[in-house]
């Protein structure tokens, strides 16, 4: 079970922090995600981070702005969002699975996800 917070509304080039604690399960064994969807838009791919080794990938339009952390005590994974934009607005989704390199940018390869949290970025 994954529970999402930390969604809210600022102003453009404000930060965010989204949280996601997972419950239950190998939380090491799975790569961890974050998606967001706009209204009337597909889900689309965030940032993620592997279970083994750490390493991350960004969708090219939060490259330098956002970042995810994994806390393998905490259970818990983030997104820091820095230099916020109108277009990140948007509800965002945290996800786990047993996905591949190849397919973690693909929301249909997670098995788990929390119920969302919305950032709200105005002009």
């Known amino acids: 079970q994954l529970q999402a917070y930390g969604g809210g509304a600022v102003q453009t080039g404000g930060s965010l922090r989204l949280s996601c604690a997972a419950s239950?399960?190998?939380?090491?064994?799975?790569?961890m995600a974050w998606f967001r969807q706009a209204p009337g838009k597909e889900r689309e791919f965030v940032a993620a981070i592997r279970a083994s080794g750490g390493t991350t990938h960004y969708t090219d339009s939060v490259k330098g702005r956002f970042t995810i952390l994994r806390d393998g005590a905490k259970r818990t994974i983030y997104l820091q969002m820095n230099n916020l934009k109108p277009e990140d607005t948007s509800v965002y989704f945290c996800?786990?699975?047993?996905?591949?390199?190849?397919?973690?940018?693909?929301?249909?390869?997670?098995?788990?996800w929390g119920q969302g949290t919305q950032v709200t970025v105005s002009s």
């Open positions: 996800a786990a699975g047993t996905v591949i390199q190849s397919t973690l940018r693909d929301a249909k390869y997670y098995n788990y």
């Open positions: 239950g399960g190998t939380f090491r064994a799975y790569t």
